[in-house]
């Protein structure tokens, strides 16, 4: 969907052969995580996101990653890790890095032990999953795959405090990927 279409639940039902209370039920959600407005008796509208909302983002990243990962440092186990790394060695090998990147992050706030750190964790690299497209440069898979790797050595090693530190320079890293224009 392209920022500022407009959206109706009849027009969605009929694309998508269902009736429409699914398909209000899918904006209500979207509506309510912020990616779709609704205007009432006139339908919806795809939000347009802003380098601002992408700055925000990272901004609450650089504050719970970092905790993710010290904290899982003292909680992973060798099984957990080894499929962290495969995760990591995946990302190399792939047409689509960024999908695997999405799933080593959330391994790692997974790992945490922490659930709502976890959750929120997943939401705010959704959103950068949907929006980084318009405002991120390419992915550095060399960059990344060796900052996952880094991440996974410190968790192997129980050290909290490397860990954080590695996951707060990838994200910084991630950051200066970030188009100033669209």
Known sequence: LRAGQTLSEEELATRY???RTPVREVLTTLSQENLIRHFPRRGYQVIEF???DVLDVFQVRMLLEPEAAYRAAGR???EELDRLEAIAHEMVNLERPGQANVFFHRGVAALSGNRLLADLVEQLNEKIWLFGKAYLGPL???ESY???LDLVAALRGGDGEVARS???EHLMQT?????RTP
């Not at 950051?175 to 188009?179: E, F, I, S, Y």
Request: glycine content about 4%; hydrophobic content about 25%.
């Open 140 to 142: 550095d898979v060399t």
């Open 166 to 168: 590695v996951m707060q």
């Open 50 to 52: 802003r380098l601002d």
């Open 17 to 19: 052969g269902t009736s």
């Open 175 to 179: 950051q200066k990927r970030l188009r």
């Open 146 to 148: 060796k900052a996952h």
């Open 76 to 78: 992973s186990n060798p």
